[in-house]
């Protein structure tokens, strides 16, 4: 079994009948939404809230019963992948652009489970480029500001278009490097108005992450 797919599985197992079930985006999660299109099958009871509007598609074609943001007032549990997962349990998201409701996701579940092969453990976060979603319409400005980390920024295209989110912003993606401090660069991220949010997930006490290997072998960290 791949990597992924092994990860994928073994989080599934904590959904229960009844459950409110957040769904991430991405490759990793894919194999989740099939898994939990294959339990609701066989007769599992859940209704679930998705990150994107990829991963809605995907829950609609496994007849995952879906429903909106604004219809709940609770997630008891969020499956989501990830680019980079640091000792801590810090994490790098929005690879595939989905973070501002992924992390919306993850903040209002009681507990997340983040899912990955064993490539995405690092020592220390930043390698991959952190993506941060900003508005159209005042990006040079916001641009300028990030400049003064003194690093290499993109503003992420697709087929050398502008990648726009399912939110109707931008991700620039800043090249860190190595991230020391992830919960103070978020703070001081977020502080600068033009930034609506960033891809970097502090550790919380609610998430644990479930590392897939190529032997189909799994290994929990965390909670
Ligand atoms: C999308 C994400 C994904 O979870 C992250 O990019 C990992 O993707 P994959 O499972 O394809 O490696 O944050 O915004």
Redesign the pocket.
């Known amino acids: 079994m791949e990597a992924?797919a092994a990860a994928a599985e073994k989080a599934v197992e904590y959904i229960e009948n009844g459950m409110t079930v957040g769904l991430?985006?991405?490759?990793?999660?894919y194999y989740a939404i099939r898994k939990i299109g294959e339990r609701v099958s066989q007769g599992l009871r859940i209704r679930a809230v998705a990150s994107s509007t990829q991963t809605a598609s995907l829950a609609r074609e496994c007849r995952i019963r879906l429903t909106d943001l604004t219809a709940i007032d609770r997630i008891d549990i969020t499956i989501?992948?990830?680019?980079e997962v640091d000792k801590q349990l810090n994490l790098i998201?929005?690879?595939?652009?989905?973070?501002l409701r992924?992390k919306i996701l993850a903040y209002n579940s009681r507990q997340t489970i983040i899912i990955v092969d064993d490539s995405k453990l690092v020592d220390i976060l930043g390698k991959f480029p952190l993506p941060v979603e900003v508005a159209p319409f005042a990006v040079d400005l916001t641009l300028a500001q990030l400049k003064r980390f003194k690093i290499d920024l993109n503003i992420r295209e697709v087929q050398k278009e502008k990648f726009i989110t399912d939110n109707g912003n931008l991700i620039v993606d800043c090249h860190f490097s190595a991230i020391r401090d992830p919960e103070e660069l978020n703070m001081k991220l977020l502080l600068i108005p033009g930034i609506i949010e960033t891809g970097l997930f502090p550790h919380t006490p609610f998430t644990r992450v479930i590392v897939g290997y190529a032997d189909g072998a799994t290994q929990i960290l965390g909670a």
């Open positions: 992924k991430g985006s991405g490759s990793t999660s989501d992948g990830a680019d998201k929005g690879g595939g652009g989905a973070l992924e």
